[in-house]
Antibody, heavy 118, light 107 residues
Framework: QIQLVQSGPEMKKPGESLKISCKAS????????MQWVKQAPGKGLQYMGW????????TYADDFKERFVFSLETSASTAYLQINNLKNEDTATYFC???????????WGQGVMVTVSS | DIQMTQSPSSLPASLGERVTISCRAS??????LNWYQQKPDGTIKPLIY???NLQSGVPSRFSGSGSGTDYSLTISSLEPEDFAMYYC?????????FGGGTKLELK
């Protein structure tokens, strides 16, 4: 069955960097793009952008063009989200989701809780 | 960006009740409107795509409708597992955007 399994929770200090993973299984990884979504504590869903899993080309929503990097390890069917120069406002749960044929978020990872605090 | 406004933000309801959640887009989006359910443990499940099409495995008590700027999600008879957060989302124009969410809670 199709699964997106994300890495575990992270606790970081402001200014540090982190890289979280999203491992796909049950389908051909390069057949579908991967989306990323942020959810701050107690808040709604905020779209971050997507990465083309065939070309590796990322596309970012405006709020995520500066310190955020989408990447791939195609041989491992894994997508990554790297956040550089972490800020307190990056504290959130980050979800990956497959861009399916029916909707842009047809399968979701379980989310990774990231806490940024000094 | 297309702004998505959901109402109500909170909806108390009883088991067996019929409920409707509304979603309004800041501009018409040609029925490119999807709905998602988020459970208290954070798990997110797609429910409906392109306004009215049920995702595989979604019970038939869920339905969607709408056009232009106004869309709705209806649950015909609430079951215990339906009490959750619901989000609408448009994919007519990049960047995709979500509504603020509706918390469906037990009255």
């Amino acid at each position: 069955q199709i699964q997106l399994v994300q890495s575990g929770p992270e606790m970081k200090k402001p200014g540090e960097s982190l890289k979280i993973s999203c491992k796909a299984s049950g389908y051909i990884f390069t057949d579908y793009a991967m989306q990323w979504v942020k959810q701050a504590p107690g808040k709604g869903l905020q779209y971050m952008g997507w990465i083309n899993t065939q070309t590796g080309k990322p596309t970012y929503a405006d709020d995520f063009k500066e310190r955020f990097v989408f990447s791939l390890e195609t041989s491992a069917s894994t997508a990554y989200l790297q956040i550089n120069n972490l800020k307190n406002e990056d504290t959130a749960t980050y979800f990956c989701a497959r861009d399916g044929s029916s909707s842009p978020f047809d399968y979701w990872g379980q989310g990774v809780m990231v806490t940024v605090s000094s | 960006d297309i702004q998505m406004t959901q109402s109500p933000s909170s909806l108390p309801a009883s088991l067996g009740e019929r409920v409707t959640i509304s979603c309004r887009a800041s501009q018409g989006n040609s029925k490119n409107l999807n709905w998602y359910q988020q459970k208290p443990d954070g798990t997110i499940k797609p429910l409906i795509y392109y306004t009215s099409n049920l995702q595989s495995g979604v019970p038939s008590r869920f339905s969607g409708s709408g056009s232009g700027t106004d869309y709705s999600l209806t649950i015909s008879s609430l079951e215990p597992e339906d009490f959750a957060m619901y989000y609408c989302q448009q994919d007519a124009s990049f960047p995709w955007t979500f509504g603020g969410g509706t918390k469906l809670e037990l009255k």
